[in-house]
């Protein structure tokens, strides 16, 4: 058992948060705001070897789920809404199916239950570079990276997990020999006997590929009861790039 680390807002039905590949908690902080002022207990998780939690070897949405399901035992979280954005949403469809008792609602954010072959290599090939600079200012971080990732909003999202190792020194939160070597399995698809007959929706960004129309079978295969909506002018990064309509459509599920 390894103690996630969390940020806790609000009070009420609790609602977990899981943070995509790369990423952390504070990438939903201001939505997690949002989401408590309107009655709920915003559980807003860093995954194992990202952000704030431990270090391991082992890596796997076997284990993420695991992970889960031992924070809200220690934590005595029960009927939880548990809302997942790319890795964060595979981890959440492992868990629905895993420990379907826990949960009452489901929201996936871009992402399938399919196999996605690797594709983070520049980016891990990036900021594997960069943790071996010696890094003395977010600026020069930024500058170094642009080297490796063109697009700058990508870039600001992988740079907030820099922080002062010492006071002379940034270093990286991630554990990057880690998930460098766990790409691979980041990708897998959902097991075949993995069902969640309760409800649960799917956010799709309308500039995004990572869910299509002929992936919509196999979501109703793992998730019958599903709904499926598409937030315009939105990439993968959905919830960060149209936070108003994301916002929206997510209460609209909560609270119908």
């Not at 570079?129 to 063109?150: C, H, M, P, W």
């Not at 020194?169 to 691979?184: F, P």
């Not at 499926?228 to 599920?253: C, L, P, S, T």
Request: overall charge negative; aromatic content about 8%; proline content about 4%.
């Amino acid at each position: 058992m390894i103690d996630l680390k969390s940020t806790i807002i609000g009070e009420g039905q609790p609602l977990i948060i899981l943070h995509g590949f790369l990423g952390m908690s504070d990438n939903w902080k201001t939505l997690g705001g949002k989401f408590a002022e309107q009655g709920y207990q915003v559980h807003l998780l860093d995954q194992r070897n990202h952000g704030r939690s431990p270090h391991t070897e082992e890596m796997s949405y076997r284990v993420m789920a695991q992970d889960l399901k031992e924070y809200c035992e220690k934590n005595d979280l029960k009927n939880i809404i548990l809302l997942g954005h790319s890795m964060g949403g595979k981890v959440a469809m492992r868990a629905a199916g895993e420990y379907p008792d826990l949960i009452e609602k489901v929201i996936i954010v871009d992402i399938g239950p399919k196999y996605y072959a690797p594709h983070h290599q520049e980016i891990l090939g990036g900021l594997d570079a960069l943790s071996n600079q010696v890094l003395t200012s977010r600026g020069d971080a930024e500058d170094f990276l642009e080297t490796y990732i063109k697009d700058k909003g990508t870039r600001l999202f992988l740079l907030k997990n820099l922080y002062w190792k010492t006071k002379e020194k940034l270093a990286l939160r991630m554990n990057l020999e880690v998930l460098k070597d766990a790409s691979e399995e980041i990708g897998e698809a959902l097991p075949a006997g993995i069902r969640f007959k309760k409800q649960t929706l799917f956010i799709k960004g309308e500039r995004s590929n990572y869910i299509t129309s002929e992936d919509e079978p196999l979501i109703s295969l793992h998730f019958p009861n599903n709904e499926i909506v598409v937030i315009a002018k939105a990439g993968h990064w959905v919830h960060a790039e149209n936070m108003k309509d994301f916002y929206a459509n997510v209460m609209r599920f909560l609270q119908p």
